[in-house]
């Protein structure tokens, strides 16, 4: 037994680092697309549906590019009107998506929007305009008049994932000329006053945002405000201005997407700067546990299934994971209401896996123990009582389990006196005969065949299965058949059967072990045994008092009495009976 607990120790010890190994390999870039996952699922749950009041959406939709029936090249104009409308309706600030690159970069064609955004900065709106990172590396700037009159210029460009969903955005890039910063992080250093350098060394190069479902943002096109007097909220807001989601096919994925890209479902890029830019104002964007932290958490996993596997059944492992993966997720829940980011598959794939390979570690060598009873005592045990010492072999363990249970005991009349003259072949050959018969009865009264001590027979009754009358009712069908079978056969027998506590378990040494119970209800069996006779076999007094009114009535009294017995020093109470003719057993 201890060899084998050696190797399941040291099999399982080596398994403990499957989950590091499996967490590192998830983290690689080809492979944390699935922890990602898991991530937009906590998102879809976590759906904060209160509207932003920090931004607002300006769309330059189908209809209002007709209506103003310019191309957009042309449309320095119409901004510039647009830009003094904010102002007087007391927007916080402006911000173009889109590059304005005039066909005519001439002054007489720009000098119209620089006057509005230098207009708009001396009443203290900053109006942000936005650059483009080329493919090649280059950025594209606005028109220079333009660029010099507003508050700051920042990049449009997205930060999709290698599947093409936005989760994270990037915050500023180096460049020859400093620090460039994007389009929603120009927004919020210009209106907290800090410069490039300042923003670059308060925030990260990169965000996880915190999405909200579509709709939080109050939107209009530019042509019902300007012409309709559409009324989205504007004052005191950051109006984010750029196309409609339906034009241009300025959309993208997010974190809502993983059921499908159906178009009423993808976000707009103003939508996302609009998200990044509230995230920084109200500092909700997700922060990642830190590595250490993480570690930490994947490690206490692992010592839990570690530690735990080799002293537990399948069952209650599966069950232990369940309910550490349930901690886990709704923990992450927890933390993403409070803007933190917990990896979840990136976790609970290791932890299932630590919890397979204990599973498949106990199957190959923790298991072998329920064939060797199977081995051991499947010809003497009941099949169903078998499969139920199986399925609770751990609670029965060396250190044995005190339980209420009763005792039977029986062996032959007179075997010194035969085993003297019978030849030892011819002996065993009777023995073997009469274990076979008192045996077969034993165990459909779903009695447990203990050992074979000389020609007696050792059996327990109400263990491992609980009886509610503690096996009295069992064990007293199994003496009455015992008792009538011997009368057929001619054969005559000692039967005692008595009631009280006990140790059950594998008793023994490191060399050897046997599956036994010890307690002075044993020994008081083995004593009032020698008070069954011709008459009757005997029972301790709380035997038939705890047997159910059916099995007493199998019963036929012959004698109660007190007797001394070796060892004891107060008298016990034994019933002497035998089995009512024609009564069934």
């Given amino acids: 037994m201890p060899a084998r607990r050696g190797r399941s120790n040291g099999l399982l010890a080596a398994s403990a680092l499957i989950s590091p190994a499996l967490f590192f390999l998830l983290s690689l870039p080809g492979l944390s697309w699935v922890d990602e996952k898991s991530r937009d699922v906590l998102v879809c749950l976590h759906r904060d549906l209160e509207q932003s009041r920090e931004a607002t959406l300006l769309y330059l939709d189908e209809e209002t ?54 207009r708009a900065s001396a009443q203290g709106v900053p109006v942000i305009v936005a650059s483009e990172l080329a493919p090649n590396g280059t950025i594209k700037y606005p028109y220079p008049l333009v660029r010099q009159a507003a508050a700051a210029t920042g990049f449009f460009n997205l930060s999709p994932s290698s599947d093409g969903v936005v989760r994270q955005q990037e915050m500023h890039i180096q460049t020859e000329e400093g620090p460039l910063l994007s389009l929603a992080s120009a927004a919020y250093a210009s209106l907290a006053g800090l410069s490039p350098e300042d923003f670059r060394k308060s925030f990260p190069k990169k965000i996880r945002l915190n999405f909200r479902p579509r709709g939080a943002f109050q939107s209009a096109s530019i ?7 559409a009324d989205p909220a504007v004052r005191g807001r950051t109006v984010f201005v750029g196309p409609s989601p339906d034009f241009l096919s300025d959309i993208t994925a997010t974190p809502f997407n993983i059921l499908g890209d159906e178009p009423g479902d993808l976000y707009s890029g103003l939508e996302i700067h609009a998200t990044t830019f509230t995230n920084l104002s109200q500092k909700s964007f997700i922060r990642d546990l830190p590595g250490t932290e993480t570690a930490a958490l994947l490690i206490v996993g692992t010592v839990i299934l570690f530690s735990l596997g080799a002293r537990h059944s399948t069952r209650r492992l599966g069950l232990l994971l369940g309910g550490l993966g349930l901690i886990h997720v709704s923990a992450a829940l ?252």
């Fill in 223 to 229: 042509l019902r405000f300007m012409r309709e007097n």
């Fill in 334 to 585: 927890f933390a993403l209401r409070h803007n933190t980011g917990l990896p979840v598959l990136s976790l609970l794939v290791p932890w299932t896996a630590q919890a397979g390979v204990s599973v498949g570690i106990r199957f190959w060598v923790l298991d072998r123990k329920k064939r060797a009873l199977e081995k051991a005592f499947g010809r003497y045990v009941n099949p169903l009582l078998l499969a139920s010492i199986l399925e609770n072999e751990d609670e029965i363990d060396e250190s044995g389990k005190m339980v209420e249970a009763c005792i039977l005991v029986t062996d032959l009349k007179g075997f010194t006196t035969i085993s003297e003259w019978m030849d030892p072949r011819d002996l065993v050959a009777m023995l073997n005969e009469y274990f076979e018969w008192t045996t077969q009865i034993i165990r459909e009264e779903d009695g447990l065949v203990l050992s074979f001590p000389g020609d007696a027979i050792l059996a327990v009754f109400g263990v491992p299965v609980a009886a509610g009358d503690c096996g009295a009712s069992a064990a007293l069908r199994a003496a009455l058949r015992l008792w009538s079978e011997a009368e057929r056969r001619k054969v005559s027998i000692h039967v005692a059967v008595s009631k009280g506590p006990l140790v059950i378990g594998r008793i023994g040494s490191r060399f050897k072990s046997d599956f036994t119970v010890i307690g002075d209800t044993v020994n008081t069996a083995f004593r009032i045994e020698a008070y069954s006779d011709d008459k009757g076999l005997v029972l301790t007094e709380n035997v038939l008092l705890s047997a159910t009114r059916e099995t007493a009535r199998l019963c036929e009294y012959i004698e109660t009495s007190e007797v001394q017995v070796k060892g004891k020093g107060k008298a016990v109470a034994i019933v002497k009976v035998t089995p009512v003719k024609g009564g069934g057993t």
């Fill in 65 to 118: 590019y007709r209506a103003y029936g310019l191309p957009l090249s042309a449309w320095t104009g119409p901004l510039a009107e647009l830009v003094d409308r904010l102002v007087s309706e007391g927007a916080r600030a402006v911000v173009f998506d889109f590059l304005i690159l005039p066909a005519d970069p001439s002054a007489a064609s720009t000098l119209p929007l620089a006057r509005a955004l230098a």
